[in-house]
C-alpha cells in the first residue's frame, strides 16, 4: 500500500522556491530526506509528534518543515534554491515511542514515499 505520497516538485531557478507536500498518516517521526545521483540518502528536515523541529545544516534558514493535521498533509518550504538541492526528495514516518525529537537518520525511518524530483538550475 501506498502510505505517503509526495508531490510538488519541478524545476526552479537557482534562488527559486518549491513547495513540497507529503500525503499521509501522521506518524510520531516525519521528515523529508533527499537523494542525489551518486550520493547517499540524506536528512533534510524533521519534526517530532511533539513539534520540535530540526534541519540539516545546509537548508538551515532556507527550508521550512510544517504540518497540517487537519489535511493529513507534511509541508517542506524551500526557498533560496541552490544547484546543490538538486535530489529526489522524499517523505518518511516513523511510528515510535519518541516524542520530543527524532532521528534525522535513514535506517531509522520505515515508511518512505516515492518520491518528487527537485531540479535547481544554475
Known amino acids: 500500500q501506498v502510505q505517503l505520497v509526495e508531490s510538488g516538485g519541478g524545476s526552479v531557478q537557482a534562488d527559486g522556491s518549491l513547495r513540497l507536500s507529503c500525503v499521509g498518516p501522521k506518524y510520531s517521526c516525519m521528515a523529508w530526506f533527499r537523494q542525489a545521483p551518486g550520493k547517499e540518502r540524506e536528512g533534510v528536515a524533521y519534526i517530532s509528534i511533539g513539534n520540535t523541529i530540526d534541519y540539516e545544516d545546509s537548508v538551515k534558514g532556507r527550508f521550512t518543515i510544517s504540518r497540517d493535521s487537519d489535511k493529513n498533509t507534511l509541508y517542506l518550504e524551500m526557498r533560496s534554491l541552490k544547484p546543490e538541492d538538486t535530489a529526489i526528495y522524499y517523505c518518511?514516518?516513523?511510528?515510535?515511542?519518541?516524542?520530543?525529537?527524532?532521528?534525522?537518520?535513514?535506517?531509522?525511518?520505515?515508511?518512505w514515499g516515492q518520491g518528487t524530483q527537485v531540479t535547481v538550475s544554475s
Open positions: 518518511a514516518g516513523q511510528p515510535t515511542d519518541l516524542t520530543w525529537w527524532c532521528p534525522l537518520d535513514r535506517s531509522f525511518y520505515t515508511i
